[in-house]
């Protein structure tokens, strides 16, 4: 009998304070209750009959799985046609008229990536494929199509065989080449339009190569070997730019057909130079970036091609012309400490890991602030042109519009823009509002020429209607944070505030006088702020040449390179549980007889004195296995009325390793963000839990959001951006759409999670403060701060049906990589002093999948990560349950898990049972 296959190996095996506008809309504040602010229980009260009680709080909207999955793929497609971008359209090339002759030619046009692999893998059921999809409003040429759908099986792709293990990890581009074209085929092609479908796979557990050749000849991978395809490989080509398959097949199709069309399958940005050289021979007419579309996006993809849909997305990323000159690529992928062993040995027994050299220089930050060094005369040699081929935020349209700087006015600590967007073309079609920050330079902190700070994507407009919006934003989120002063600064100076098309495209801007304030305090909880990783900035300071704008010629990231730990003065050792047991902790009560059901919390403020009653009634062994066996969900505890949970994974869906009901596939995180559009995303998130609810899932590991640092990251596909913003906003309204049903999202990888090589191998991780509050953990305090809910429970004196506003976001999950020497679930400056203290998150925060020795349960708890996402079974049971230390500490995080439990659709149906009085 063979061995069963573990998730790592099935996840993998089937392919590979409202911070600028981040809020929307709010629930309000708090119901006013007897049991806000109170201290202690007076009296506890057994109702008995409650028959006459409705705690239906939850009524899902269809009647099964499959009905909610065709509602859901409605959606999807709606989504997909929402991020199309238009990159280039010369000569009008695109719409095409109505029964245009197309030849739909390259790999991906039979063979398209619909989505990522790993956990994010969806149901593929339902794939709609681009013949089917163009046929209803143009005409197909079938001898093209029919050619290749048997020919893509004959050429691998890349793909990801198991989870973690470069083994198994192959690169290929499986391309067809144009010599196996037949004639039939070639002659066929004349005359018409050429739609040649350019695609790039990837997924969880390995990043895209950024060296095809060095992938190939270190035998490394087993399943990536030589053949037609390797022998055509180049030195330094990766796996981000045309290869020469590619390249010819476009330059026969270019000679070839009337127009040449081409649709990026892709979920990250790739050098397309050839595409856009004007007279050159692969120059295309016109060009979609469609992402990855999910199971009907291709439909929506057809319809751009025919003029239903006009193209509104905008770029998530920039798009730079040569990936080995952006700051990240010398520093991202496999640098090891060369004299680590035996630390342990569950995956590997030494340690790597990755220096963040750039700071925020992410993306878009550094490009533009290079372009204003290089004007000024400070950075000789670049040249914005030749660097960049589109900007962040760039997105044509078959339409024109005109936008207006309407007034910048400063209201109340905002700073308020209004803006006016016209449709001055022949047919209907939306924009994107981009507010854009410039703030004065400063000698001791380093800050971007220009950051998104608000922005506001406009409903249709028919030609000839305007639109008139409001960009606002908070003063404080024009601050940088200080690690000197170790606080938020805003220094003085001169702001100017611009409104742009894109990231590099101004069109007007007012200039805001803004005098210094310093920001001690968070905005949300009032508590104190201050340097929460001096660890990990000292050991940039000393041991890292950064990115600096003093002198981005001479700081400008250099290639990583292996050495010992001991050179930057790292001794890393085990976690040591014993240290770590206080004896002065005394033993909480447990086992009492309160008779308080978790039902009686719902709608309860996370501070009420009834849950220490329900925590008392909790026993040991119990928290110990409910803490330590969560595989998508946990078992029922009679003692305190708890129910059975189920949570879903997948952020572009529920993903078939989790539940295999047939639910919906939708585009990527990647595509659903080049549509700018918190409504859009709100509606995706509706529908999707609409499926969770109708299939009894109470939570869902998502969204991720972490950041596009690279693009050879392997999950930026499901990521949103390199701006926190635009990922705080999609996230927040992602979060409150899921709630709407109770459904709790566990926003994933908390935090510095951003390149997938090593990221369970003991992969240190190494950036400012700066770069880590600025960049990294932003998006999630922007959701953090900002998503808000409300939820209906019962008055437990009438039974009446009341509704309390609160936090959205109640759920969290931390990381594999290290940040710093400490692993990121096990850090208590990130899942407690930062996520809690500071921004006031309540809930609870989810370990990733546990598979490994380092994730140490007991670090956990006592960090602030509450529950492992693993099972006793797979990785053994905790340390320590005895101590009157991890005693309390597994009763601090049953608190926190068990009030996300309560408000969420896991109470459907549990009314309260005690009726409670306070002193």
Request: hydrophobic share 40%; charged share 20%.
């Amino acid at each position: 009998m063979g061995r069963s296959i573990t998730r790592r190996e099935a996840l993998a095996l089937a392919g590979l304070g409202v911070i600028a506008g981040a809020a929307g809309c709010s629930a309000g504040e708090p119901a006013t209750d007897e049991k806000d602010g109170a201290t202690e229980v007076a009296s506890i009260e057994e109702i008995g009959d409650t028959s006459g009680w409705d705690a239906s709080f939850y009524q899902p909207a269809y009647a099964s799985v499959e009905e909610a999955r065709v509602a859901a793929e409605a959606v999807a497609e709606e989504v997909e046609a929402g991020g199309i971008v238009l990159l280039r359209n010369e000569g009008s090339a695109l719409p095409l008229a109505a029964g245009t002759r197309v030849s739909l030619l390259g790999r991906g046009a039979a063979d398209p990536v619909y989505d990522g692999t790993g956990a994010a893998f969806i149901d593929l059921t339902h794939a709609v494929d681009l013949r089917g999809a163009c046929a209803a409003g143009l005409e197909v040429n079938d001898t093209a199509f029919d050619f290749l759908v048997p020919q893509a099986p004959g050429h691998p792709r890349a793909t990801v065989g198991t989870l973690d293990a470069p083994e198994t990890v192959s690169y290929y581009l499986g391309e067809v080449p144009w010599s196996e074209y037949p004639e039939d085929v070639r002659q066929g092609i004349e005359g018409t339009v050429g739609v040649v479908v350019i695609s790039r796979p990837s997924g969880e557990g390995a990043d895209l190569s950024q060296d095809l050749l060095a992938s190939l000849e270190s035998g490394v991978s087993q399943t990536f070997v030589p053949n037609d395809e390797t022998a055509n490989y180049v030195e330094g080509q990766h796996q981000l730019e045309l290869c020469a398959e590619e390249l010819e097949l476009l330059r026969e199709v270019k000679a070839r057909c009337q127009k040449l069309v081409v649709l990026l399958n892709v979920a990250t940005t790739m050098e397309v130079g050839p595409l856009v050289e004007p007279g050159g021979p692969c120059e295309a007419d016109a060009i979609l970036e469609i992402g990855f579309p999910g199971e009907s996006g291709l439909r929506a993809v057809a319809r751009a091609l025919a003029g239903e849909v006009n193209p509104s997305g905008h770029t998530c990323d920039l798009w730079a012309a040569d990936l080995s000159a952006t700051p990240s690529f010398n520093n991202f992928g496999d640098h090891t400490y060369t004299d680590v062993t035996d630390y342990y040995t569950s995956i590997g027994s030494g340690a790597h890991f990755v220096e963040y050299a750039e700071g925020i220089y992410v993306g878009y930050r550094y490009y533009e602030t290079a372009a204003v060094e290089a004007a000024a005369g400070n950075y000789p040699g670049f040249d914005y042109d030749a660097a960049v081929t589109f900007p962040f935020g760039f997105g044509l349209s078959y339409t024109s519009f005109k936008r207006e700087l309407l007034d910048v006015r400063r209201e109340d600590g905002d700073v308020v823009a209004s803006v006016r967007v016209s449709n001055e073309g022949q047919v209907a079609g939306r924009d994107v509002a981009q507010l854009y920050s410039t703030p004065p330079t400063s000698l001791s902190v380093e800050k971007s020429a220009v950051s998104l700070v608000a922005f506001s994507k406009t409903d249709e407009l028919a030609p000839g209607q305007s639109a008139e919006l409001e960009l606002r934003v908070h003063e404080r989120d024009l601050a940088s944070w200080d690690v000197a002063a170790g606080c938020w600064v805003l220094d003085a100076g001169k702001y100017v505030l611009s409104l742009r098309s894109d990231s590099h495209t101004v069109i007007d801007q007012r200039e805001l006088s803004l005098g210094e304030k310093r920001f001690q305090t968070d905005s949300a909880t009032g508590n104190p702020v201050k340097n929460r990783f001096d660890d990990v900035t000292d050991y940039m300071d000393a041991y890292v040449t950064q990115l600096s704008r003093a002198d981005f010629a001479g700081t400008f990231p250099a290639p990583a390179q292996d050495k010992t730990a001991a050179s930057v003065g790292l001794a890393l050792e085990e976690y040591d549980v014993a240290e770590h047991v206080d004896p002065s902790d005394e033993m909480p009560l447990t086992r009492e007889k309160n008779g308080i059901s978790l039902s009686d919390l719902r709608g309860r403020p996370m501070d009420d004195p009834l849950w220490e009653k329900l925590l008392d009634q909790l026993g040991t062994n119990v928290m110990t296995i409910i803490l330590n066996n969560h595989d998508h969900g946990t078992d029922s505890v009679d003692s305190v009325g708890k129910p059975r949970t189920f949570e879903g994974d997948g952020p572009a869906g529920i993903g078939i390793f989790v539940d295999d009901g047939g639910h919906c596939g939708f585009p990527s995180e990647y595509a659903v963000a080049q549509s700018w559009d918190r409504d859009l995303v709100r509606r995706m998130g509706e529908a999707m839990a609409d499926e969770m609810l109708v299939t009894g899932m109470n939570g869902w590991h998502a969204p991720a959001m972490n950041t596009h640092r690279s693009p050879f990251g392997g999950r930026d596909f499901e990521y949103y951006s390199e701006d926190p913003l635009l990922a705080g906003a999609l996230g927040t309204a992602m979060v409150e759409a899921v709630f709407s049903r109770g459904i709790y999202a566990q926003m994933k990888h908390f935090c510095l999670n951003d390149q997938d090589t090593n990221r369970s191998a003991h992969l240190l991780t190494w950036a400012s403060e700066q770069a880590i509050r600025e960049i990294y953990a932003r998006p999630f305090e922007i959701v953090v701060k900002n998503a808000r809910g409300s939820i209906d429970y019962l008055d437990d004196q009438t039974g009446e049906r009341k509704t309390r506003g609160m936090s959205a976001a109640i759920a969290v999950m931390s990381s594999y990589n290290y940040v710093g020497s400490t692993w990121a679930g096990g850090s208590k400056a990130l899942c407690t002093e930062l996520l809690r203290d500071e921004w006031g998150f309540e809930g609870h925060v989810v370990s990733d999948w546990s598979l490994y020795d380092y994730t140490n349960k007991n670090q956990a708890f006592y960090a602030g990560t509450d529950v492992n996402l693993t099972t006793t079974l797979t990785t053994g049971q905790m340390q320590d349950a005895e101590s009157a230390t991890a005693v309390k500490a597994m009763r601090r995080c049953m608190h926190h898990y068990l009030y996300s439990i309560a408000n969420s659709n896991a109470m459907n149906g549990k009314p309260p049972t005690v009726r409670v009085t306070y002193k």
